[in-house]
C-alpha cells in the first residue's frame, strides 16, 4: 500500500474513531443516568412532593416549580424575540446599526448564565427586594433565551420571499399591517422552533435561579411576587450532588435526573419537525 | 393628516433596543457596582494572589489560572475529537447517517449542566482518583483542575463539532470537485484545500467553545475541588492539575455572592468577578463574530 | 466510429437518482477518438456535465446517483476494484466552467497535484511549472509574479491556471466543462488556441454549448438531447459531417436552435 493511500485511510479511521467516541460518550451517559435512576421512577416519584431531605418522596413540587419558570420565561421572551426579529428585518435600516444590534443578540446568547444569576442576586434580590422569587427567575431564563428565539424566528423571517412582501405592499397594506398579516404569521414556526429549543435550555439552567428564584426545600405554589421561591429539578438536583450521598438519596437523585432529561428532550424534539422541514426547504432553496 | 402611533413599529423598536441593549445593560451594571473595589485594588485584582473578604483583600490570580487551566484542558481534549467528528459527519460519512449524526452530537449539548455535574462528582471523581492512584500521582481526592477539565470537555465537545461542521460544510462541493480532480486523495483534498478554506470558520467554533468553557459553572463547580489561593510556584508546573483548584465561575456558583450581600465592598468584589468573566466571553465572541465574517467576505468574492 | 481507438469510452452507462426515481443518462454508448478533440454539445441539463464526471469517476463524490453500465480507459473497466480512482484522475483530468483557485501562490497552486503526488523531484519542478503554464498560454503573464497569490488573477487567468494545474501531471485526457462559457473572449481565444495545442498528445473532451467553437476545435462532435426525461447520446460523428448534414431529428432540431447567433 503506498503511503499516499495509507495516509487516507488513517485519515478515515481518525475522523470515524473521532465520531463513535462522540456518540459513545452521549450514550454512556444518557445509559448512566438512566441505569442509575430508573429504579426511582414511579407515578408516586412523580406525583408526592419530598420528604426526609429527598430520601423519600417525590418531585412534585420541583417539577411544578419548573413548569412556573419555563412558563413565565416563554412569557417573556416570546414578545421580545417577536419583536427584536421584526425590527431587525423592517424597522432597523439595515447597515451598521444593524449589524450592531444584531452582534449584540449574539453576544447576548454567550452570556454566562451565572453572570444572570448575579446580575439577579444583586438587582432583584437585594436592589428591589423581591428576595427569592419565582418572577426574578422566570425574567432571568427569559432574558437568556431570547437570542435563541430570535435567531430561529429570523432565519424563517429571511426565508419568506421577495414576491411575497412585494405583493403585499402592492395591495397597499402598511408596514405594520405587513407584519402582523403577512410576516408574523408566515414566520410563526420560526417563533414556535426557537421557543421550543430555548425552553429546552431554560428548564435545565441551574446557575441563573439559584440565588434568584429556587429553594431547596418548603416551597409548593408561590403566592405573591416578593419572597416567593419555588422548587426547580435542577436546583434539586444540585444541592443534592453536593453532599455525599446518602444511598436511599442517590437513586432518586437520579430518578430526577431522569424527570429533568426527559423535560429537556422532549421539548428540544418538540422543536425537530419544524426544524427538519425548515432545513429541507433551506436545502431546496 | 394625523399621524396615528405605529404600535408594531413602537413594540418591535423598543424590544429589539431591549434585546441588543442587555448585555451593554448588564455589563455597565456590573462595572459601576464593582467600581470601588476594582479602584481599590487595581490592578492586584487581576495579579494579587489572595482572597480572602473577611480582610477585605480581593486578588483573583488563582482563580483566572484555574479558569485558564481548566479551559485549556477543555479544548485541548475536544478540539480534537470535536474537529473530527465534524469531518467525519461532513467529509467521510454517507450523506444519509449525516442528518442521524448531527442530531446525536446535538443531544449531547442539550444535556443540562447539572447532570454532567452529578455524573461527575458520582463517576469520573472516582475514575480519577484512581487514575491517580494508578499512575501513583499525589492527589488528596478526585476533585481537581483536571477533573473539571475532562468534565468540560465533554460538554463543549458537541459545540466544537457543530460548529466545525458547519464551517466544513460552508466550503463548496466545487472546491472538493477541483482538488478530487487532479487525483488528490480525500485526506489530501481535504488537507490541503478544505481545511485552509474552513479555517477561519473552525477557528471561530473553538473561540466560542472557549467562551462556553470559560463561562461554564454548575458542573465544574462540583468537582473542581473549590481550594481557594491555589497559585504553582512555576506556570509550567503540572501539580495544579492533580491538586484542587478555584475557577472564578466555581467561586461565583457557591456560598460567597449570598454571604457577599452582607458587605457592600464584598458584593462590589463579587460583581467585579462577574463583570471579568462578562469581559472575557464577550471578547471572545467579537473575536468569533469577526473571523466568521471574514469567512462570509472570502466567500463572496468567491466568482 | 472513427479509425482511431478510443481512449475513453462508455458502454450502455446509465446514471440514476434512485432516492427520487430519476434517470440522468440513459444507455450512453460514448468514444472518444485519442489524441483528438472531441467536442460533447447538446441542450442543457442533457446530461452532458454527468457524463464527464462519470469518464473520471468523479461522480464518485455524489454517493445519491447510482452508475451502471462500462466505462473504459484504454479498454479497462474503470469501475473494477483492482483500479484505484485517484490514479485515473491523474491520467484523465478535468477543468470546470468556474475556476477554482487553491490557497496560496500561483507556482503553489500550478504544482499543488504535483507535489502530493511526489511526482516531481525539487530541481524538476521549475520546468514542470513552465511548461505547463506555457501549454496554458498563461506563462509570459505570470512570469514575473509566481509567488503572487493565485486569487489575484482574473477570472480567464484562473481558467488557465486550472488547466495549467491539470496539465502538470501530464495527463493523457483532459476533460472540458464549458471551460469558456464564464469567460470574456479573450480569454476564450487563449483556452481555444490551448486546446488546439494539446491536441495530438494530449485528448481533449470539450463541452459547450458555442456552436461555433464546437466546429472551430473538434474533430468528432457527439450531441446528447434528453428523451423521455434522461439524456442520451443521439448521434456522434466527424465535426463537419454532423454540423453539415446530422440524421437525427432531435439533431437537427437543436443544432437548428443553436444556429441563430450567439450573443
Not at chain 1, 23 to 46: M, P, Q, T
Request: glycine share 10%; with cysteine; charged share 15%.
Amino acid at each position: 500500500m503506498t503511503r499516499r493511500r495509507a495516509l487516507d485511510r488513517l485519515f478515515t479511521a481518525a475522523a470515524t474513531l473521532s465520531a463513535l467516541t462522540a456518540i459513545g460518550v452521549l450514550l454512556g451517559v444518557l445509559g448512566l443516568v438512566v441505569a442509575r435512576g430508573f429504579g426511582a421512577i414511579s407515578w408516586r416519584f412523580l406525583t408526592e412532593q419530598i420528604r426526609s431531605v429527598g430520601a423519600e418522596g417525590g418531585i412534585f413540587y420541583q417539577a411544578v416549580g419548573t413548569a412556573i419558570l419555563v412558563a413565565t420565561a416563554a412569557a417573556v421572551a416570546l414578545p421580545i424575540a417577536a419583536g427584536t426579529g421584526i425590527g431587525l428585518v423592517v424597522y432597523v435600516p439595515a447597515g451598521r446599526l444593524r449589524r450592531t444590534l444584531e452582534a449584540l443578540l449574539h453576544a447576548l446568547n454567550g452570556v454566562p448564565s451565572i453572570v444572570f444569576g448575579l446580575v439577579g442576586l444583586a438587582f432583584f434580590f437585594q436592589a428591589l427586594g423581591l428576595k427569592k422569587s419565582w418572577l426574578s427567575g422566570g425574567l432571568l431564563l427569559g432574558l437568556m433565551i431570547v437570542p435563541t428565539v430570535a435567531v430561529a424566528f429570523l432565519e424563517k423571517l429571511r426565508a419568506i420571499p421577495a414576491a411575497t412582501v412585494e405583493a403585499a405592499v402592492g395591495l397597499g397594506l402598511s408596514r405594520s399591517r405587513l407584519v402582523t398579516s403577512v410576516l408574523l404569521p408566515q414566520a410563526s414556526s420560526g417563533l414556535v422552533t426557537g421557543t421550543l429549543l430555548g425552553l429546552s435550555r431554560a428548564a435545565g439552567e441551574t446557575a441563573p435561579i439559584m440565588f434568584t428564584a429556587a429553594i431547596f426545600a418548603g416551597a409548593t405554589v408561590p403566592h405573591g411576587i416578593v419572597d416567593s421561591p419555588v422548587l426547580a429539578l435542577p436546583y434539586h438536583i444540585f444541592v443534592l450532588a453536593q453532599d455525599s450521598f446518602d444511598p436511599r438519596v442517590a437513586e432518586k437523585v437520579w430518578g430526577t435526573a431522569i424527570v429533568l432529561l426527559g423535560i429537556v428532550l422532549a421539548l428540544s424534539l418538540g422543536a425537530l419537525p419544524l426544524r427538519l422541514k425548515i432545513h429541507e426547504e433551506a436545502r431546496r432553496a | 393628516m394625523t399621524r396615528r402611533l405605529d404600535v408594531v413599529r413602537l413594540w418591535s423598536l423598543a424590544f429589539t433596543l431591549l434585546a441588543g441593549g442587555a448585555v451593554l445593560a448588564m455589563a455597565v451594571y456590573l462595572g459601576v457596582a464593582s467600581w470601588p473595589v476594582l479602584r481599590g485594588e487595581g490592578l492586584s485584582f487581576l495579579t494579587g494572589n489572595d482572597w480572602a473578604f473577611r480582610k477585605e483583600r480581593f486578588g483573583a490570580a488563582a482563580m483566572l489560572y484555574g479558569t485558564a487551566v481548566v479551559s485549556g484542558i477543555a479544548l485541548l481534549l475536544a478540539a480534537p475529537v470535536g474537529i473530527g467528528t465534524a469531518l467525519f459527519a461532513s467529509e467521510v460519512c454517507p450523506p444519509r447517517l449525516r442528518l442521524a449524526v448531527k442530531l446525536l452530537v446535538e443531544l449531547l449539548a442539550g444535556i443540562p449542566s447539572v447532570v454532567y455535574g452529578l455524573l461527575g462528582v458520582v463517576f469520573l471523581r472516582t475514575v480519577m482518583s484512581d487514575l491517580f492512584e494508578r499512575l501513583r500521582w499525589d492527589a488528596p481526592s478526585g476533585d481537581t483542575l483536571l477533573t473539571a477539565g475532562v468534565l468540560l470537555a465533554v460538554m463543549v465537545l458537541p459545540t466544537v463539532a457543530t460548529l466545525s461542521d458547519d464551517a466544513l460544510q460552508s466550503v463548496p462541493s466545487s472546491v472538493r470537485d477541483a482538488a478530487r480532480g487532479l487525483g488528490l486523495t480525500r485526506a489530501e483534498a481535504v488537507h490541503g484545500v478544505v481545511l485552509p478554506a474552513a479555517a477561519p470558520g473552525l477557528l471561530s467554533a473553538l473561540l466560542l467553545a472557549l467562551g462556553r468553557a470559560l463561562g461554564e459553572t454548575i458542573a465544574v463547580f462540583l468537582v473542581v475541588g473549590r481550594a481557594e489561593n491555589r497559585l504553582p510556584d512555576s506556570l509550567f508546573s503540572l501539580a495544579p492539575l492533580v491538586d484542587a483548584g478555584q475557577t472564578l465561575t466555581s467561586k461565583l456558583g457557591g456560598a460567597e455572592p449570598t454571604i457577599a450581600l452582607g458587605d457592600p465592598l464584598h458584593t462590589a468584589a463579587i460583581l467585579g468577578l462577574g463583570l471579568l468573566l462578562l469581559a472575557v466571553v464577550l471578547a471572545l465572541s467579537l473575536g468569533a463574530g469577526a473571523l466568521r465574517a471574514r469567512l462570509a467576505l472570502a466567500q463572496a468574492h468567491r466568482p | 466510429m472513427p479509425d482511431r481507438t478510443s481512449i475513453l469510452s462508455t458502454r450502455n452507462l446509465t446514471v440514476t437518482v434512485p432516492a427520487e426515481g430519476k434517470t440522468l443518462l440513459r444507455g450512453v454508448d460514448f468514444d472518444v477518438p485519442e489524441g483528438l478533440v472531441t467536442g460533447v454539445i447538446g441542450p442543457s441539463g442533457a446530461g452532458k456535465s454527468t457524463l464527464m464526471k462519470c469518464l473520471n469517476r468523479l461522480i464518485d463524490l455524489t454517493p445519491a446517483l447510482r452508475v451502471s453500465g462500462q466505462v473504459l480507459f484504454d479498454g479497462k473497466d474503470v469501475r473494477h476494484p483492482s483500479v484505484d480512482p485517484d490514479e485515473l484522475r491523474r491520467r484523465v483530468g478535468i477543468v470546470f466552467q468556474q475556476p477554482v483557485t487553491f490557497p496560496g501562490s500561483i507556482e503553489k497552486n500550478v504544482l499543488f497535484a504535483a507535489r502530493k503526488l511526489g511526482a516531481l523531484k525539487k530541481g524538476e519542478e521549475r520546468e514542470a511549472l513552465e511548461r505547463a503554464l506555457t501549454s496554458a498560454g498563461l506563462f509570459a503573464e505570470v512570469k514575473d509574479r509566481l509567488q503572487r497569490p493565485a486569487s489575484t488573477l482574473s477570472v480567464g487567468q484562473q481558467q488557465r491556471l486550472a488547466i495549467a494545474r491539470t496539465l502538470v501531471t501530464r495527463p493523457r485526457v483532459v476533460l472540458m466543462d464549458e471551460p469558456t462559457s464564464a469567460l470574456d473572449r479573450k480569454s476564450s481565444a487563449a483556452i481555444e488556441e490551448t486546446v488546439l495545442r494539446l491536441r495530438g498528445e494530449t485528448t481533449i473532451v470539450l463541452v459547450t454549448h458555442h456552436l461555433d467553437q464546437a466546429r472551430r476545435l473538434a474533430d468528432w462532435v457527439a450531441c446528447i438531447c434528453p428523451s423521455e426525461g434522461a439524456g442520451e447520446l443521439i448521434e456522434s460523428d466527424r465535426c463537419e459531417v454532423l454540423f453539415e448534414s446530422p440524421t437525427r431529428p432531435e439533431t437537427i432540431e437543436y443544432l437548428g436552435l443553436g444556429s441563430l447567433p450567439v450573443v
